[in-house]
């Protein structure tokens, strides 16, 4: 190989044996050669020829030569720059877009969360007021279930944002399944049968069991829907891998640093399938190829992934089917028993003083009205820092703290923080429809007392306020 300005001239039969190939097959027999580096790599040759065996280059020939063969380098080294450059301004114009997509549908989904608080909440006490065969308890039933929905939604923006992340803790995979399936055969397709097929043993997993079920019926409603009226077959199966190098090379998102040990669920369709084009936007949020997809799913699927330290994995054709396979760490410690609270006697009264902290004055209402219907009496504070102020006149002057997460001057749990300064064993229930702090602790090693997502039902709040009798006494 030639370095840079060198040149090679003389008979071509001559020449190194890799290199005279080209110069033979065009019928050349002398030739003059010199390398083209655009910058540092090489890319290929400039030559002289000629088919005349007595032919002789001159200094001045082989300078001139070598002269275009830098003009040539320079030239291509600009052209691959440029194209190089336009490369990762796209990815970065595309990759910024995507951002701001997830800071728009965070926020937009945290507002409309204190909404639909204000919505569900208000109808709950309406309800509560009515006798059983009122006429307006089918509509209020009605904006019940609509609201539902709309957190659901809700859910998936924030899903997106890689917000909403709650309660992380060991889980077993196959139970979460197991949980989640009988659900998802009433809701899916009557032509698609379901096959379950779960590695024996555990498979655990720390995770939000609620984001996990949410990367489930994702799955699985797409692959039915992707079935469509047609009979089809939906495959879903767990098992734990090793994985080699090679195992994230094609892999939609992977992890950073690859851990031992993955445990993955693959679901599987026979249904229509992508083509590249398709495959290609399918995680772009608001992305669907349905008359009425929200193209909602795939994105907050990724965001869950990702905030797992997952990975996700597509295969898919048209006409050849689907089949995605998400792999998460494996865990090792025990699963901590899954959390069924009893429920709550509707009859069931609590009392003392409870303070209401939140930034949204419906909210704050809302839930204040709730309480005063469970026994309470309800004291209000519009952000963090009026809290503690109240708190701190009169601490034993409340049973409990109902507090937002996200607030302006002082946020939930930095009220918290100087609360339990104040009084260790302050009971503070916190609310959010956001985790400001994609927290990964879980919510009692934190020291608070419960947590409850919005928007929440009346039935819920009970719940929460029910199980701090089981706490012990604030003093
Ligand atoms: N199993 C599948 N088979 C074929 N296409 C799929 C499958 N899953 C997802 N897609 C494609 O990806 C798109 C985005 O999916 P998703 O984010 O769940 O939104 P939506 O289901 O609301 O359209 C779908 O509209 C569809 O084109
Ligand atoms: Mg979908």
Redesign the pocket.
């Known amino acids: 190989m030639l370095a840079r300005g060198e040149t090679v001239h003389g008979r071509v039969d001559e020449l190194p044996f890799s290199e005279r190939a080209v110069p033979q097959a065009k019928g050349m027999q002398r030739i003059a050669l010199t390398p083209i580096f655009a910058d540092t790599a090489w890319w290929g040759f400039l030559a002289l020829g000629r088919t005349d065996a007595s032919r002789v280059w001159s200094e001045m020939e082989l300078e001139a030569l070598r002269t275009a063969a830098e003009v040539f380098g320079a030239a291509i080294y600009r052209a691959e720059a440029e194209a190089e450059r336009e490369r990762i301004q796209l990815k970065l114009q595309a990759a910024q877009k995507l951002e701001s997509l997830g800071v728009l549908a965070g926020g937009i989904a945290h507002d409309f969360n204190n909404l639909l608080t204000s919505i569900l909440g208000n109808a709950n006490l309406a309800r509560m007021d009515l006798p059983p065969d009122s006429p307006a308890e089918y509509p209020l039933q009605q904006i019940e279930a609509t609201t539902q929905r709309a957190a659901e939604l809700c859910r998936q923006m924030l899903a997106y944002a890689g917000k909403g992340r709650f309660v992380v803790r060991t889980q077993d995979l196959n139970h979460l399944i197991k949980d989640i399936i009988q659900l998802l055969r009433v809701s899916l397709s009557k032509k698609a049968s379901i096959d379950l097929e779960l590695a024996p043993g555990l498979l655990q997993v720390v995770a939000d069991a609620a984001q996990v079920r949410q990367i489930m019926m994702?799955l699985v409603l797409?692959?039915s829907?992707?079935i469509g009226d047609r009979p089809g077959r939906i495959r879903i199966t767990t098992g734990m891998i090793r994985p080699d190098s090679a195992c994230f090379d094609d892999a939609v998102c992977a992890p950073e640093q690859p851990a031992a040990e993955y445990v993955f669920l693959r679901v599987q369709?026979d249904?229509?399938?992508?083509t590249a084009a398709?495959r290609a936007r399918?995680f772009e949020p608001f992305?669907?190829?349905?008359f009425t997809?929200?193209?909602?799913?795939?994105?907050a699927t990724l965001g869950i992934v990702r905030g797992h330290q997952g990975a996700l994995k597509l295969e898919?054709e048209p006409g050849q089917g689907?089949t995605f396979t998400l792999l998460l760490p494996r865990a090792t410690e025990q699963p901590a028993e899954p959390e069924v609270p009893a429920p709550t006697a509707p009859a069931w009264q609590g009392k003392g003083n409870i303070l209401v902290v939140d930034d949204e004055a419906n909210v704050r209402h809302v839930a204040g009205r709730a309480l005063e219907t469970l026994g309470f009496t309800v004291t209000a504070a519009q952000d963090g820092r009026e809290a503690v102020e109240l708190f701190a006149a009169n601490p034993a002057g409340f049973t409990a703290v109902l507090m937002d997460l996200t607030m302006p001057r002082l946020n939930g749990l930095e009220a918290f923080a100087q609360m339990r300064q104040i009084h260790p064993s302050v009971r503070v229930v916190l609310m959010s429809g956001y985790d400001a702090q994609a927290s990964t602790a879980s919510v009692t090693a934190r020291g608070l007392a419960g947590f409850l997502s919005k928007p929440f039902e009346l039935a819920k709040l009970r719940e929460q306020m029910r199980a701090l009798d089981d706490l012990p006494p604030q003093l």
């Open positions: 994702n797409n692959a829907e992707a369709d249904g229509c399938g992508m398709v399918i992305f669907t190829t349905k997809g929200r193209g909602l799913g795939l994105s898919s689907t």
